[in-house]
């Protein structure tokens, strides 16, 4: 409230106490009107007793201003009622917009559009709020009932006679349309970002921008699910709205409106499409710490808890900063988030939090290996706990697959039953996953038991193997040369080796025309992020490459470049199975550079790392970066772990590797 505002609540209490009902009922009944109004707007003190307040003071006004006596005053009373019961913080939400409606339309009574054209149009207005808000009754028949209130305010409201007015329900007319359920999902989208542009036109000149805000905060959010258009470009339109809506939700003065708009600009920097992503990845750390500035677990625990998880997908997505860190906030992050996100309470979000929290483990690089892939199992199997086969068949198959995985990763348990379980759990996701309803995925569990039984250790090597063969040909009656030629090529040249190996004898791959294959010497880590990162293979070419000498370490800084457009998952996953290509590729260049190259004991995280004769820590793929605009992934090999104190490697081995890299892998298919 401005300090006029204050005075006035004042000077109308002074007014008060010099006055009865029974004295001056006239004077004491506007008195009790005016300040049941500066209540209502009252920005000091607690909101809801102001609320409060002012339903007691409008109720004392109506004991005199009856319909009967006064019917012009009584209306324009009931309206003021109606909008303070629609605010009202205490009490029943659903019994307050009730009585909220039961005001409206009394006024409505009295105030007809020939008596009051004002009134009428503001009732309306007012009616069309409430509906669009009101959980009770049929959702459907509500939004219809708020879409055809704003229509009757906007007979009156013109923009001409009041700007002001016609812009306020054009923006409540947006917002009943950017929910409706009747009627196509993407015209009621585009209605709500007409009105809603229509709004911001007379807004944007209003001195009071604080509805402005409102309209932009509500475009951004019809350009989140609008199901048209292109969807980079409507990303874009919510970080402008936003950004917008910031300039007048400061967190002084309007410290809720800030957060959320803040959270918000989180999840559309993580969803976005353009731009560079390790900058948009950066940008969602630094909104959700805003966020959390307001946000707490005590005063908005649902709020504090989702920045907390959004926080904690960007750390785990992050390619800048340590890796080993960057995990660890990932982990630290999603156990907050878990302090609210109950299994009770919120089922789907502790659901998703602890398939992240697998995610996190078994890319964890601190740790012990064996207890951290226990760990990622545990969280798997939390997870069934929600998603069930009867109720989320496609995401509980989805966990079987990735419970298969870490089985087959197990160093923990008897490594027998880690086998059976790994086939157990791959057999199960093709109960949901079958070749009927899910082709695709159905020929990758087939790939994944090749797997599984070609890396059995123990029993009989000729029978895992034919059972491998097995599983590969029944991939192979799904990846057929003409549909998915790629994966036809990579079944073919895996079954080609094995057969070989198989029938003691080289057997020529029988590969498609033109494909090329990884040809690995250790393909394993490539195979199993391939299953999890699927996608149509892309061809790859080293555009730019370099030897980084520092008086620290030397780094071998690779960049590859792809030609087709993808989406932001697309490329995604082909930058994901670049890198593990890559992690794997190292020994092969090292042994073609005649450099003696052993597998390391110690991996980094889910990635192999490899000792090199001229290093005396193990070396890995360290870091990566991807630009989908400019169609780049760009990787980092060097030292894993830094030991300080320690020399950096001899230069002319690492040109050595750089040299072997331009010649072996200048082009690859991933």
Known sequence: MQP???????????????????????????????????????????????????????????????????????????????????????????????????????ALEVGTRQANPELWAAAHNNLGIVYAKGTQGDQTENLEQAIFHCKQALEVYTRQAYPDDWAMTQNNLGSAYRIRILGDRSENTELAIFHLKQALEVQCQQPDREQWAGTLTNLALAYWTRPGGDRAENIEQVIQCSQKALQVYTRAAYPADWAETHLKLALAF???????????????????????????RTTVPEKWAQAQHQLALAYFDRTRGDRADNIEQTIAHLNLALQVFTTSAFPEEWASAHGFLAFAYEDRIRGERAENIERAINHYQQVLQVHTRQNYPDQWADSQNCLALDYLKRQKGDQAKNFEQAVQHCQLSLEVHTRAAYPYKWAMHQMLLAMIYLDRKQGDPAEYTAQAIHYFQQALEVFTPAQYPDEYARVQAELAKVEGEHDGEAKAPKISPGAILPGLAYPKFYNEESLLRPGKKQILKLTKSIVLDSPHLVLLILNYQWQADLSDDEAQNLASRAIAFLSCAIYDAATQARLNCQPSSIPNGRRPAWMVEFEKSPISLT??????????????????????????????????LHNSFKTKFGTITV
């Not at 993580?270 to 707490?296: D, F």
């Not at 780049?632 to 002319?652: A, Y």
């Open 4 to 106: 006029d505002d204050e005075t006035m609540i004042r000077t109308t209490q002074q007014m008060l106490s010099m006055i009865t009902r029974q004295s001056h009922p006239g004077k004491w009944a506007i008195c009790h009107a005016v300040l049941g109004g500066c209540y209502a707007h009252r920005r000091m003190g607690e909101r809801a007793e102001n609320l409060e307040l002012a339903i007691q003071h409008y109720q004392q006004a109506l004991v005199v201003f009856t319909r009967l006596d006064e019917p012009e005053k009584w209306a324009l009373l009931q309206n003021d009622l109606g909008e303070a019961y629609r605010n009202r913080l205490r009490g029943e939400r659903d019994e307050n917009l009730k009585q909220a409606i039961i005001h409206y339309n009394l």
């Open 270 to 296: 993580y969803s976005r499409l353009l731009g560079n992503r390790a900058e948009n990845l950066e940008q969602v750390i630094q909104h959700c710490s805003q966020a959390l500035e307001v946000y707490s």
């Open 623 to 656: 870091m990566s970066d991807i630009d989908v605009p400019e169609k780049t992934c760009q990787v980092t090999i060097g030292p894993m772990v830094m030991r300080s104190g320690t020399p950096p490697g001899d230069k002319n081995h690492w040109e050595k």
